[in-house]
Nanobody, 123 residues
Framework: QVPLVESGGGLVQPGGSLRLSCAAS????????MGWYRQAPGKERELVARITDGGSTNYADSVKGRFTISRDNAKKSVYLQMNSLKPEDTAVYYC?????????????????WGKGTLVTVSS
């Protein structure tokens, strides 16, 4: 198990900004893809943004131009800068990591999830 701790959620007015952070802990040497998913009430979980260990990114069409994903491998962290927030961005945001290589050389090709952080966009 890989603990993923998210932070940065909260209440923001439409048009505002928030920055989400997610930090992994444990004996991790490297991680393949890191990303953010979200789940709004009554809807399925969906990909928001994803970044590979090579720095390639992809975004949901609904957030392109407004959200930016980045990662800091030394800190084992991934970030999501969210600008021009809209009420429809309201959801629980989950950090995701896929593919972990431990410091002892073991590779786990599976998904790991954080517990989620709530983002509410409302006036």
């Amino acid at each position: 198990q890989v603990p993923l701790v998210e932070s940065g959620g909260g209440l923001v007015q439409p048009g505002g900004s928030l920055r989400l952070s997610c930090a992994a802990s444990g004996s991790i040497f490297s991680m393949n893809a890191m990303g953010w998913y979200r789940q709004a009430p009554g809807k399925e979980r969906e990909l928001v943004a994803r970044i590979t260990d090579g720095g390639s990114t992809n975004y949901a069409d609904s957030v392109k131009g407004r959200f930016t994903i980045s990662r800091d491998n030394a800190k084992k962290s991934v970030y999501l800068q969210m600008n021009s927030l809209k009420p429809e961005d309201t959801a629980v945001y989950y950090c995701n990591v896929y593919g972990i290589l431990t410091t002892t050389g073991q590779y786990y090709g599976m998904d790991y999830w954080g517990k989620g952080t709530l983002v509410t966009v409302s006036s």
